[in-house]
């Protein structure tokens, strides 16, 4: 017995530290930013390769907040965006997946199906027609032409995941709500929403580090910098700042994951939660 809990043991062990270093491996490259952000350039261009910073220098951060005077811009754009898209995101899929898993009704299966190719389609292929199609209605160079597409790409994932999550409800709570009197709208936004927040949380990951970080759409729909994003603008701050530094290139990258960062870890607990019963009971 001992000699199978001690096998047991080391198996565990042996994993945790496999994962471990593949963890540290996919953060070198953040870490290796987040350094250089804090290093002067006289460290950064030294011949001698430094991992760590001598002392901690902001000067690079400072220089961004003066100097830059468009990120604010940037950021503003990428803040309103990613928060307007995923609000109705959720909305639209929290709707449509909740109609999907619980009711019966002509063309359900066809619309599912529908969805599901949609998925496996790349996003990219609907960008010609949405420029011909926002151009004629005059939303390019318009925020709000950035969110209605940025909806329509990241929603049939998310009705996806939804369904799933509302399938794992049984049927009884939405038939005990009836009996004590709940409608329809009551049962679904105080009964089930607050079972499927694992789902919600999901989609509001996904959907945000999407839109957030998405260059293909705003770089196309978005021509000047009233309505760009940061994700595009970053590469523009570079003609503002006459040139590239890496410092202040490496601030700009942090200070651009910031929003993601707090996104995810608020929400991490449920991500995972969400994402498989999204895919194993849809």
Request: net charge positive; charged share 10%.
């Amino acid at each position: 017995m001992n000699h199978v809990i001690n096998k047991k043991n080391i198996t565990n062990l042996v994993i945790s530290l496999v994962l471990i270093l593949i963890a540290f491996t996919w953060m070198i490259p953040f870490i290796w930013t987040l350094l250089t952000s804090l290093k002067d350039d006289s460290e950064i261009y030294t011949n001698v390769l430094r991992v760590f910073p001598s002392k901690l220098y902001f000067g690079h951060y400072v220089s961004i907040f003066t100097k830059l005077g468009n990120f604010f811009k940037y950021f503003r754009n990428s803040v309103v965006v990613s928060f307007w898209s995923v609000l109705f995101n959720v909305l639209f899929a929290a709707t449509l997946g909740y109609s999907f898993a619980k009711f019966k009704y002509y063309g359900r299966n066809l619309f599912l199906g529908f969805i599901l190719i949609i998925i496996t389609l790349p996003y990219v292929i609907y960008l010609i027609p949405i420029y011909i199609m926002q151009s004629r209605m005059g939303l390019v160079d318009s925020v709000i032409g950035l969110i209605l597409p940025y909806i329509a790409t990241n929603l049939p994932m998310s009705v996806f995941i939804m369904r799933g999550q509302f399938n794992g409800v049984p049927n009884e709570m939405m038939e005990a709500a009836r009996i004590d009197g709940a409608g329809q709208w009551q049962t679904f936004s105080r009964v089930m929403l607050p079972i499927v927040k694992p789902g919600i949380a999901t989609v509001i990951i996904m959907t945000f580090i999407t839109v957030w970080g998405e260059f293909t759409y705003a770089r196309t729909l978005c021509v000047t910098a009233k309505s760009q994003t940061l994700a595009v603008g970053i590469t523009f701050l570079r003609d503002e700042a006459a040139s590239w530094q890496y410092g202040t290139l490496t601030a700009t990258i942090i200070l651009s994951l910031i929003p993601v960062m707090i996104i995810f870890l608020s929400m991490q607990k449920y991500f995972v939660k969400g994402i498989m019963a999204g895919a194993v009971k849809g």
